[in-house]
């Protein structure tokens, strides 16, 4: 497994692919060019599909060789790139894809985009695309009719053209394309050549202002990775944006090697984990921020500006804002291998733009002698820094910026290896300090409860009194993070760059003999994009591996399409920050991999770092170093202290941080501030469109503690009104702070009618938080039952139809599992138990894995109300095989945790309902109570109980009666049911 360093495990090396982007996300006017970018990329969407052509995997390989070159591909499958708006963005188009159908929109939004001097490069399967258009075939200039497959040369009829002039000559195994419906108003450029027959194969348009380019080569990997056609795609490209272009070949600055002494460790792809090959020795120089930049790749419409870098700060590996703006860096220099028991080199440091030009320039330290501090968050007046083994929390009592208070808050977090330990702490919602920690994991006693644990997220108070585990990731973890609506999201270091947490342990521990799943990955592809062909990882080979961080963009300077949705997680050893479409699926996320935000040529570019800014800008820890790897140990290297391979190689003289902001926006950094806010100016920003300054007022209302405020709390859960992407985030974190004031323990009567009409708001987000925030009592329950989170067939009454369960429950999938989890924690009731057991009914609450989950926890606390409810309760026969085995699960786990307590007053009941229960519902039932009942602990069983049963044994199949007998066996009753 491969990782990186201030968070991964072993990362670097190899040649890997290329990079991309998800486009519909962009916006905005005017042709795309050069100016555009900082870097003068010159900017073209791919556009491919999900066909056997692979699209993807061509854009992944000629990508490198393009940026190279000085264009920047922006890859997408999805047809609704094909707008006004998305298209202005770009310099050209070019389309390899198979899609059949072109709405009109569609079409004529790229009609007038190259009629209005838009460039189109279509490619290959391009003239087979959108077969029933004929104005797209008409604009192409002609469509795909046959082909066999032959190795192809062409004969060019046209050679001094500008879009082939000095292209070599092209010899490939291809398709031998057939075309018709040509438009005669083109010029062909090259044929091929089929006995007398010449097949018109590459020619150009000039409808109107723009330039369309079309070659037939291109069938696979043969063709694209033949050094002739990427310079005929190249020049293709320059000439369909136009002549401009052609003369700016070569204009993206070139790199510098050294021959170096020591020797960076190259690992083959395909070997075994470890495995090196021929030392790499021909080393890039760095380059200063100005030149790097220039080989940085973002899609058009956004920018990069530089914040602050060497010397001002060096080695910065977090980062956090205080209430007034002001950013605060965590530098480490003794990171990795330098471990020290007492002081260090390392601190903390506060960045500020006096002048408001978007550069720093004031720096103080308020924290110095730290040894290897991984993780910082603004608190108390203070920071808590993680430091392995502790969690510390330093403070300025004097008002000079200078920590005068250093307190351990909690001590065990492992350091046997450094990039292992505690990261990326935040505030969380419900006004708990959440963060991840990596294999390393934790080892200690903390509020008098011995804990150990591995890698994975957790949440402790500001005090330190307690700590809680909540999940466990599948390998070393430094990613975390919050969506507007409270949901939790985090990326592991290797393979799995998108996890979702809904349901903490603690749930799944109250149940018997039931344990938590590691989370699983929610990302449809785990795939890096670089735009470099020399990246080195050292296994999961152009794949996420030294992933870090998972920020969900969550203000407003950013196109719509990013609000609440786009998620960005660090690739160092890929250089490049990826990007994630998060979309909800059920109770749950999927996480569609939209390439990547930033990528940069420069070797020694690695971003470590990303978070949402107070400008609502995101704000990018480039670590700056060629040396990304912290294990394996390369032959002749040695380990180091912190488990990392010890090389002089490793930088401690660069850092920079950058902010990507939209082009054309200013620069300047002036935020706000909440320092010293009177308590309605915080209340006022818990409507703000960023939700770091509602964030960071909710935390500062509770740290001020003043109950005056919460009038005015309850006056924004009240409000219904709901935002752009549908939230209400003014109520939710109102709520949330009426929780951490601490009025919602059953006390304040308003407080808690607020909280429960919350159950109602028409925002899933408030509903969900007042399903967690509300204490477990009875009446909670019975609001929660009242509210129809769950399905309650019962109405007063002789009624004789009611409408089917799925209408009767919860809408939003997170909420409903939000009640069944609520649900859970309250004390046991026959209601519950019955409205748990009547959501087992609808398929969608079953097939869902966290629902199913869900429905485990509330059943099992509910166990009484809910097996008789389920064993009596005749299950659809309409229902498939997969509803019944996933449901068959729920009620086995339910009833091993209720056998667990040896149940002898119930048993005979339960038993004797199973004589009309159906099938899979008696052999789960008896299955799960065969498992948990604890051996020799008999029921205390009347003889009409016995009679009973044994008249049960009668009614049932064979295999039913010999799970009967393993039950009689288990309780030490051999003879029971003979």
């Given at each position: 497994?491969?990782?990186?360093?201030?968070?991964?495990?072993?990362?670097?090396?190899?040649?890997?692919?290329?990079?991309?982007?998800?486009?519909?996300?962009?916006?905005?006017?005017?042709?795309?060019?050069?100016?555009?970018?900082?870097?003068?990329?010159?900017?073209?969407?791919?556009?491919?599909?999900?066909?056997?052509?692979?699209?993807?995997?061509?854009?992944?390989?000629?990508?490198?060789?393009?940026?190279?070159?000085?264009?920047?591909?922006?890859?997408?499958?999805?047809?609704?790139?094909?707008?006004?708006?998305?298209?202005?963005?770009?310099?050209?188009?070019?389309?390899?894809?198979?899609?059949?159908?072109?709405?009109?929109?569609?079409?004529?939004?790229?009609?007038?985009?190259?009629?209005?001097?838009?460039?189109?490069?279509?490619?290959?399967?391009?003239?087979?695309?959108?077969?029933?258009?004929?104005?797209?075939?008409?604009?192409?200039?002609?469509?795909?009719?046959?082909?066999?497959?032959?190795?192809?040369?062409?004969?060019?009829?046209?050679?001094?053209?500008?879009?082939?002039?000095?292209?070599?000559?092209?010899?490939?195994?291809?398709?031998?394309?057939?075309?018709?419906?040509?438009?005669?108003?083109?010029?062909?450029?090259?044929?091929?050549?089929?006995?007398?027959?010449?097949?018109?194969?590459?020619?150009?348009?000039?409808?109107?202002?723009?330039?369309?380019?079309?070659?037939?080569?291109?069938?696979?990997?043969?063709?694209?990775?033949?050094?002739?056609?990427?310079?005929?795609?190249?020049?293709?490209?320059?000439?369909?944006?136009?002549?401009?272009?052609?003369?700016?070949?070569?204009?993206?600055?070139?790199?510098?090697?050294?021959?170096?002494?020591?020797?960076?460790?190259?690992?083959?792809?395909?070997?075994?984990?470890?495995?090196?090959?021929?030392?790499?020795?021909?080393?890039?120089?760095?380059?200063?921020?100005?030149?790097?930049?220039?080989?940085?790749?973002?899609?058009?419409?956004?920018?990069?500006?530089?914040?602050?870098?060497?010397?001002?700060?060096?080695?910065?590996?977090?980062?956090?804002?205080?209430?007034?703006?002001?950013?605060?860096?965590?530098?480490?220099?003794?990171?990795?291998?330098?471990?020290?028991?007492?002081?260090?080199?390392?601190?903390?440091?506060?960045?500020?733009?006096?002048?408001?030009?978007?550069?720093?320039?004031?720096?103080?330290?308020?924290?110095?002698?730290?040894?290897?501090?991984?993780?910082?968050?603004?608190?108390?007046?203070?920071?808590?820094?993680?430091?392995?083994?502790?969690?510390?929390?330093?403070?300025?009592?004097?008002?000079?910026?200078?920590?005068?208070?250093?307190?351990?808050?909690?001590?065990?977090?492992?350091?046997?290896?450094?990039?292992?330990?505690?990261?990326?702490?935040?505030?969380?919602?419900?006004?708990?300090?959440?963060?991840?920690?990596?294999?390393?994991?934790?080892?200690?006693?903390?509020?008098?409860?011995?804990?150990?644990?591995?890698?994975?997220?957790?949440?402790?108070?500001?005090?330190?009194?307690?700590?809680?585990?909540?999940?466990?990731?599948?390998?070393?973890?430094?990613?975390?993070?919050?969506?507007?609506?409270?949901?939790?999201?985090?990326?592991?270091?290797?393979?799995?760059?998108?996890?979702?947490?809904?349901?903490?342990?603690?749930?799944?521990?109250?149940?018997?003999?039931?344990?938590?799943?590691?989370?699983?990955?929610?990302?449809?592809?785990?795939?890096?994009?670089?735009?470099?062909?020399?990246?080195?990882?050292?296994?999961?080979?152009?794949?996420?591996?030294?992933?870090a961080g998972f920020q969900v963009y969550t203000a407003r300077a950013f196109p719509p399409a990013y609000w609440n949705r786009m998620a960005f997680v660090n690739a160092?050893?890929?250089?490049?920050?990826?990007?994630?479409?998060?979309?909800?699926?059920?109770?749950?996320?999927?996480?569609?991999?939209?390439?990547?935000?930033?990528?940069?040529?420069?070797?020694?570019?690695?971003?470590?770092?990303?978070?949402?800014?107070?400008?609502?800008?995101?704000?990018?820890?480039?670590?700056?170093?060629?040396?990304?790897?912290?294990?394996?140990?390369?032959?002749?290297?040695?380990?180091?202290?912190?488990?990392?391979?010890?090389?002089?190689?490793?930088?401690?003289?660069?850092?920079?941080?950058?902010?990507?902001?939209?082009?054309?926006?200013?620069?300047?950094?002036?935020?706000?501030?909440?320092?010293?806010?009177?308590?309605?100016?915080?209340?006022?920003?818990?409507?703000?469109?960023?939700?770091?300054?509602?964030?960071?007022?909710?935390?500062?209302?509770?740290?001020?503690?003043?109950?005056?405020?919460?009038?005015?709390?309850?006056?924004?859960?009240?409000?219904?009104?709901?935002?752009?992407?549908?939230?209400?985030?003014?109520?939710?974190?109102?709520?949330?702070?009426?929780?951490?004031?601490?009025?919602?323990?059953?006390?304040?009567?308003?407080?808690?009618?607020?909280?429960?009409?919350?159950?109602?708001?028409?925002?899933?987000?408030?509903?969900?938080?007042?399903?967690?925030?509300?204490?477990?009592?009875?009446?909670?329950?019975?609001?929660?039952?009242?509210?129809?989170?769950?399905?309650?067939?019962?109405?007063?009454?002789?009624?004789?139809?009611?409408?089917?369960?799925?209408?009767?429950?919860?809408?939003?999938?997170?909420?409903?599992?939000?009640?069944?989890?609520?649900?859970?924690?309250?004390?046991?009731?026959?209601?519950?138990?019955?409205?748990?057991?009547?959501?087992?009914?609808?398929?969608?609450?079953?097939?869902?894995?966290?629902?199913?989950?869900?429905?485990?926890?509330?059943?099992?606390?509910?166990?009484?109300?809910?097996?008789?409810?389920?064993?009596?309760?005749?299950?659809?026969?309409?229902?498939?095989?997969?509803?019944?085995?996933?449901?068959?699960?729920?009620?086995?786990?339910?009833?091993?945790?209720?056998?667990?307590?040896?149940?002898?007053?119930?048993?005979?009941?339960?038993?004797?309902?199973?004589?009309?229960?159906?099938?899979?519902?008696?052999?789960?039932?008896?299955?799960?109570?065969?498992?948990?009942?604890?051996?020799?602990?008999?029921?205390?069983?009347?003889?009409?109980?016995?009679?009973?049963?044994?008249?049960?044994?009668?009614?049932?199949?064979d295999a039913h009666r010999s799970l009967l007998r393993d039950l009689a066996e288990r309780w030490g009753l051999p003879a029971l049911f003979e």
């Amino acid at each position: 497994m491969s990782d990186l360093f201030p968070f991964a495990r072993w990362p670097v090396l190899v040649l890997a692919p290329v990079c991309g982007l998800l486009l519909a996300l962009t916006t905005g006017p005017a042709i795309a060019q050069a100016a555009d970018s900082d870097s003068g990329y010159l900017h073209v969407l791919f556009l491919g599909d999900n066909g056997h052509h692979e699209p993807a995997s061509r854009a992944r390989h000629i990508r490198p060789v393009l940026a190279q070159r000085g264009i920047h591909l922006t890859y997408t499958d999805r047809l609704d790139a094909l707008t006004p708006s998305t298209l202005a963005r770009y310099d050209a188009v070019l389309i390899y894809a198979n899609h059949p159908h072109l709405s009109a929109n569609q079409e004529r939004a790229l009609h007038q985009y190259v009629l209005q001097g838009g460039g189109l490069v279509p490619v290959h399967s391009a003239s087979a695309c959108f077969s029933h258009s004929e104005a797209y075939i008409k604009l192409i200039g002609g469509a795909f009719k046959a082909h066999g497959t032959d190795t192809v040369t062409t004969r060019r009829v046209r050679p001094g053209h500008p879009a082939i002039n000095g292209v070599p000559a092209i010899t490939s195994w291809d398709e031998t394309y057939v075309h018709h419906k040509h438009n005669p108003d083109k010029t062909v450029l090259s044929v091929r050549v089929d006995g007398e027959h010449e097949e018109p194969w590459t020619w150009v348009r000039t409808p109107g202002q723009g330039r369309v380019f079309y070659t037939a080569w291109g069938h696979d990997l043969r063709t694209w990775s033949t050094p002739a056609f990427q310079r005929l795609l190249e020049q293709g490209i320059r000439w369909a944006i136009g002549d401009d272009a052609l003369q700016l070949e070569g204009r993206v600055s070139t790199l510098d090697y050294d021959t170096s002494a020591v020797p960076l460790p190259y690992y083959p792809p395909g070997e075994d984990w470890g495995t090196t090959g021929p030392p790499i020795r021909t080393i890039q120089k760095p380059l200063a921020p100005a030149a790097s930049m220039q080989h940085m790749a973002l899609p058009p419409g956004f920018t990069v500006r530089l914040f602050a870098s060497e010397p001002d700060i060096v080695n910065p590996i977090d980062m956090a804002w205080d209430a007034q703006g002001r950013l605060w860096v965590a530098e480490t220099i003794d990171y990795p291998n330098t471990v020290r028991p007492d002081g260090g080199r390392d601190r903390i440091r506060i960045l500020e733009d006096t002048d408001g030009d978007g550069r720093a320039d004031a720096f103080t330290t308020f924290a110095d002698s730290l040894n290897i501090p991984t993780s910082l968050l603004p608190v108390d007046g203070g920071v808590i820094v993680a430091q392995a083994p502790h969690m510390l929390f330093l403070k300025d009592t004097d008002g000079d910026d200078r920590a005068d208070v250093r307190e351990t808050l909690i001590s065990g977090w492992g350091t046997f290896d450094t990039h292992a330990g505690p990261s990326h702490l935040h505030y969380g919602f419900d006004n708990m300090i959440w963060g991840a920690v990596g294999y390393a994991g934790f080892s200690g006693t903390v509020g008098g409860d011995e804990l150990e644990f591995g890698q994975g997220f957790y949440r402790f108070p500001r005090d330190g009194a307690r700590l809680e585990y909540l999940a466990t990731t599948s390998n070393n973890t430094w990613g975390l993070g919050f969506n507007e609506e409270g949901h939790v999201f985090g990326s592991t270091a290797n393979g799995n760059p998108a996890v979702h947490m809904a349901i903490p342990h603690r749930y799944y521990e109250a149940v018997a003999d039931w344990s938590a799943p590691t989370l699983g990955p929610i990302a449809d592809s785990d795939r890096i994009h670089p735009i470099a062909d020399t990246i080195r990882q050292v296994d999961h080979h152009g794949r996420y591996t030294a992933g870090a961080g998972f920020q969900v963009y969550t203000a407003r300077a950013f196109p719509p399409a990013y609000w609440n949705r786009m998620a960005f997680v660090n690739a160092p050893t890929g250089q490049l920050l990826g990007q994630f479409a998060v979309e909800p699926d059920g109770a749950s996320f999927r996480a569609h991999n939209a390439w990547s935000l930033l990528a940069s040529r420069d070797d020694w570019t690695a971003p470590i770092a990303a978070e949402v800014g107070p400008d609502g800008m995101l704000w990018v820890i480039d670590w700056y170093n060629l040396v990304i790897q912290h294990n394996p140990t390369p032959e002749p290297f040695e380990r180091g202290e912190g488990n990392a391979y010890e090389t002089p190689l490793r930088d401690r003289e660069h850092a920079r941080i950058y902010r990507i902001l939209p082009s054309g926006r200013d620069a300047a950094y002036n935020p706000m501030s909440l320092h010293d806010a009177a308590p309605e100016q915080l209340v006022a920003a818990l409507q703000h469109d960023n939700m770091f300054w509602r964030m960071t007022a909710q935390r500062l209302l509770v740290e001020r503690g003043g109950p005056d405020v919460l009038p005015a709390l309850y006056a924004l859960v009240r409000d219904e009104s709901l935002d752009a992407v549908g939230n209400a985030p003014g109520a939710l974190h109102a709520l949330w702070t009426i929780h951490g004031l601490g009025a919602l323990d059953g006390t304040n009567e308003e407080a808690m009618a607020v909280a429960l009409d919350a159950l109602h708001h028409p925002a899933p987000a408030v509903r969900r938080a007042a399903l967690l925030a509300l204490p477990p009592t009875p009446p909670v329950q019975d609001a929660i039952l009242d509210a129809g989170m769950l399905p309650d067939p019962q109405a007063p009454g002789a009624m004789d139809y009611v409408v089917d369960p799925a209408t009767l429950q919860e809408a939003d999938p997170h909420v409903r599992l939000a009640a069944l989890l609520a649900l859970s924690e309250t004390p046991p009731t026959e209601r519950a138990g019955r409205a748990v057991a009547e959501a087992l009914t609808v398929p969608a609450n079953v097939t869902d894995p966290l629902l199913r989950d869900g429905l485990i926890a509330a059943g099992a606390q509910h166990h009484a109300g809910f097996l008789q409810a389920a064993l009596a309760h005749r299950m659809p026969e309409r229902t498939d095989s997969t509803y019944r085995a996933h449901a068959a699960s729920v009620l086995g786990t339910i009833a091993t945790h209720y056998a667990a307590q040896a149940p002898s007053a119930s048993i005979a009941t339960r038993l004797g309902q199973l004589s009309e229960s159906a099938p899979f519902v008696v052999e789960a039932f008896l299955d799960g109570v065969v498992e948990g009942w604890p051996a020799d602990a008999p029921p205390a069983l009347e003889p009409a109980d016995r009679t009973a049963l044994r008249a049960l044994s009668e009614q049932l199949p064979d295999a039913h009666r010999s799970l009967l007998r393993d039950l009689a066996e288990r309780w030490g009753l051999p003879a029971l049911f003979e």
